[in-house]
């Protein structure tokens, strides 16, 4: 019985895993936004991750510090460009608007798409959330 226990707990860590890969093997769409929004970026490392439950995703790290995730299909999910502002193409323009109205000098150097909208985060730490048509619906307090 234990024999069974740990080798059916080894089967499910190795399912687990995450290796790196090159460019050419990302997603179509993933190449092509990396052309888009960060043509000139050299690219340091990408990873990817298979998950037992979830479905494999990719984690870009660009030479810069730039870390940009993308899910199976090559959409990105989360662009954090560190003390950089997020290129305005990959914002919705309700939500740069927003900001640009309300915190006025702030950059945009951070944002997560979530099934319910967006997170943005500011160049001075504070985070946004706004629901799936751009609105704003507050602070995002710390987990």
Same mark, same amino acid.
């Given at each position: 019985?234990?024999?069974?226990?740990?080798?059916?707990?080894?089967?499910?860590?190795?399912?687990?895993?995450?290796?790196?890969?090159?460019?050419?093997?990302? @997603?179509?769409?993933? &190449?092509?936004?990396?052309?888009?929004? $960060?043509?000139?970026? !050299? *690219?340091?490392? =990408?990873?990817?991750?298979?998950?037992?439950?979830?479905?494999?995703?990719?984690?870009?790290?660009?030479?810069?510090?730039?870390?940009?995730?993308?899910?199976?299909?090559?959409?990105?999910?989360?662009?954090?460009?560190?003390?950089?502002?997020?290129?305005?193409?990959?914002? @919705?323009?309700?939500? &740069?608007?927003?900001?640009?109205?309300? $915190?006025?000098?702030? !950059? *945009?150097?951070? =944002?997560?798409?979530?099934?319910?909208?967006?997170?943005?985060?500011?160049?001075?730490?504070?985070?946004?959330?706004?629901?799936?048509?751009?609105?704003?619906?507050?602070?995002?307090?710390?987990?």
């Amino acid at each position: 019985m234990l024999i069974l226990v740990a080798s059916s707990g080894a089967f499910a860590f190795s399912l687990g895993d995450s290796y790196t890969i090159k460019r050419e093997q990302l @997603p179509e769409e993933a &190449r092509q936004m990396l052309d888009e929004y $960060f043509p000139k970026a !050299k *690219i340091g490392m =990408i990873k990817i991750d298979r998950h037992l439950l979830k479905k494999t995703d990719y984690d870009v790290r660009l030479v810069n510090g730039t870390t940009i995730e993308f899910n199976n299909s090559g959409k990105w999910t989360s662009v954090n460009c560190k003390t950089r502002e997020v290129p305005g193409g990959l914002i @919705p323009r309700v939500i &740069r608007n927003y900001v640009k109205k309300n $915190f006025d000098g702030l !950059k *945009i150097v951070k =944002i997560l798409k979530k099934s319910g909208g967006h997170e943005v985060g500011l160049s001075d730490g504070v985070e946004l959330k706004f629901n799936i048509l751009g609105q704003f619906k507050g602070v995002k307090m710390e987990d």
